[in-house]
T-cell receptor
Framework: GDSVTQMEGPVTLSEEAFLTINCTYT??????LFWYVQYPGEGLQLLLK?????DKGSNKGFEATYRKETTSFHLEKGSVQVSDSAVYFC???????????FGQGTRLTINP | DADVTQTPRNRITKTGKRIMLECSQT?????MYWYRQDPGLGLRLIYY???????NKGEISDGYSVSRQAQAKFSLSLESAIPNQTALYFC????????????FGSGTRLTVV
C-alpha cells in the first residue's frame, strides 16, 4: 500500500553542519510531495512542497528535489541552526486522493 | 487568533469516560481532518470531512466519532475512552487545491488513565 519511509531519528548535529533527512515513498499514483516541520509544542507547518518530477521545493534554506526514478524526496540544508531543532515529516498526496500520507517523523536536534 | 484552534490543549480523562475534542477554523476551508500522532508512527488519519454533509472514515476510525457542526467546526468524540487512545490529536484543514498543504492546529494532548 501507499507509504512513506523516513530516516530514523533522532538526528543530532552541531550548528552549521550539513543536514540530510532521507525520505522515500511508495505510491500507486502520481503524488505531490511535502515536508512538514513541527516545532516543540506546536502543530505541523508546511515547510516545502513539489508537485512534479524534478521540481525542487525550497524554504528557509531547506531544499528537496522530487526524484521520480528513485521515488525519493530527501530534505537538505547546507548549514543548520539551533532554531531548526524540530520534528520533520515527509508526506505525499496522490492526485485526486483525499488525504495526506505521512512518514513517522524524524526528530532533529541542533547543538550550539 | 490562530487559523485553526483546538480545545482543550491538554486533557486527562478516565477509562470509560466520553470526551469531545473541538476544532474551529477561520481559513474558510471546506475540508477538515482529524489525525492522531503517536511516537514513531507519524500521523494517522481518523476521520475527514469535505463539507457539512460529508463525513468519511480514515485508517483508524474505530472507537471514534465526529460531527461537522458547521463549515468552521469539526469535533472528535471518544465515546468510551481507553488507555491506548492516549495520544496527541491534531485537527487540520485544506482547500481544494491539490498541491496546497494543510493548516494544522496546535494539537490536543489526551491522556486516558
Amino acid at each position: 500500500g501507499d507509504s512513506v519511509t523516513q530516516m530514523e531519528g533522532p538526528v543530532t548535529l552541531s550548528e552549521e553542519a550539513f543536514l540530510t533527512i532521507n525520505c522515500t515513498y511508495t505510491a500507486t499514483g502520481y503524488p505531490s510531495l511535502f515536508w512538514y516541520v513541527q516545532y516543540p509544542g506546536e502543530g505541523l507547518q508546511l515547510l516545502l512542497k513539489a508537485t512534479k518530477a524534478d521540481d525542487k521545493g525550497s524554504n528557509k534554506g531547506f531544499e528537496a528535489t522530487y526524484r521520480k526514478e528513485t521515488t525519493s524526496f530527501h530534505l537538505e540544508k547546507g548549514s543548520v541552526q539551533v532554531s531548526d531543532s524540530a520534528v520533520y515529516f515527509c508526506a505525499f498526496r496522490i492526485q485526486g486522493a483525499q488525504k495526506l500520507v505521512f512518514g513517522q517523523g524524524t526528530r532533529l536536534t541542533i547543538n550550539p | 487568533d490562530a487559523d485553526v484552534t483546538q480545545t482543550p490543549r491538554n486533557r486527562i480523562t478516565k477509562t470509560g469516560k466520553r470526551i469531545m475534542l473541538e476544532c474551529s477554523q477561520t481559513k474558510g476551508h471546506d475540508r477538515m481532518y482529524w489525525y492522531r500522532q503517536d511516537p514513531g508512527l507519524g500521523l494517522r488519519l481518523i476521520y475527514y470531512s469535505f463539507d457539512v454533509k460529508d463525513i468519511n472514515k480514515g485508517e483508524i476510525s474505530d472507537g471514534y466519532s465526529v460531527s461537522r457542526q458547521a463549515q468552521a467546526k469539526f469535533s472528535l468524540s471518544l465515546e468510551s475512552a481507553i488507555p491506548n487512545q492516549t495520544a496527541l490529536y491534531f485537527c487540520a484543514t485544506s482547500d481544494l487545491g491539490r498541491d496546497r498543504g494543510y493548516t494544522f492546529g496546535s494539537g490536543t494532548r489526551l491522556t486516558v488513565v
